[in-house]
């Protein structure tokens, strides 16, 4: 029987506003290298309820149209419940990034995340400023 | 090496229709303690297709925010393959909860969910009608 | 103390084009079998940009209202930054996959998944083409 890893750790990194995409992979794998998990799931997840975690092919163009399309789906606003109450700016920040989520699984398999070619992990910042985030990395799995 | 635990338990509760908002976080924190993991991740999963989980900040003006959102982006209608079908009036339950997603997953850490000040775990009602609901809650981890 | 287990397998299949809903439930069993694992927890993963996985009631009615609600949520389109970066007519195929998301976990209980009565695991393509498809399958959970 194979020795069982768990492993968390943090990466912290700054936003710049509404659509800042930052892409992770890069960040993950040395924490999974740290880890010594071979085989298993890597979890990651957004502290916070302004922004959200998912996979995309990080590129410019695509990386304007989700913030494009997150306001045309969600616009910002001062009709919302949270706005009458709150007056922060950010109602639809919170409800983007309840759509979207701020948690993400990816597989691990010879030490490496299961990620297609133009897939990237990522995080997607729904909040209207720029913004410090942590994200938590969770590595399970076994060692050879 | 530290023992490992994996502890599964069902949280029940009623629910009264479209866009009732459900906290979750002191459900799950009980059965946390109970399962003595002090690190490593917690699943949540509502069993059934009209109902999801997310994570946003519960207070009530986003929770209405959020019925509206959703039913917005996908009113109910009676033009759905769904309804000429099976005439329920849930087509767009089914369709919510699917963009929305019945799982979560968040970290553990020292025994505490790793959430955001402001971002609670929430189950989100998408059916037109009270429910009774069924949440399962698995925690993976180690102790100590 | 039961033994641990982590299983990794990969199901593969060919989708139709855009709205095209494959039910993995059927397919994940024999894996969850073969691991041996009683109790923990299923994580699937689409390989790739352009598909999701959800949970719904797989029923036709429903998979092409599916299809439809997203091509109305985000639109196929020349207008898009992707588009014209790369005009291969997909940006929002990478949209909707991104929105709906790449996972899912599933909790594992008496060595089978539990999901409600009308809810199924499928595999959404967004690409606009037939794609030949892969998706990971994670078991981590204990032997009895």
Same mark, same amino acid.
């Given at each position: 029987? =194979? /020795?069982?890893?768990?492993?968390?750790?943090?990466? /912290?990194? =700054? $936003?710049? *506003?509404? *659509?800042?995409? $930052?892409?992770l992979d890069e960040r993950v794998a040395p924490i999974v290298a740290r880890s010594g998990a071979v085989e298993g799931i890597v979890h990651l997840f957004n502290i916070g309820s302004t922004a959200a975690i998912t996979t995309i092919e990080y590129e410019p163009g695509l990386v *304007?149209?989700?913030?494009? #399309?997150?306001?045309?789906?969600i616009p910002a606003g001062r009709d919302y419940g949270h /706005?009458?109450?709150?007056?922060d700016g950010n109602a639809h920040s919170h409800l983007q990034a309840a759509l979207v989520g701020p948690s993400l699984s990816i597989p691990l398999h010879d030490g490496r995340l299961l990620l297609g070619t133009w897939?990237?992990? #990522?995080?997607?910042?729904?909040d209207i400023r720029p913004r410090r985030r942590r994200v938590v990395v969770t590595v399970t799995g076994r060692k050879e």
């Open positions: 029987m =194979s /020795e069982i890893v768990f492993h968390q750790d943090v990466i /912290e990194f =700054s $936003t710049r *506003g509404h *659509g800042w995409v $930052t892409p *304007g149209d989700l913030a494009a #399309v997150l306001n045309r789906l /706005e009458q109450a709150w007056h897939q990237q992990v #990522v995080h997607v910042e729904c």
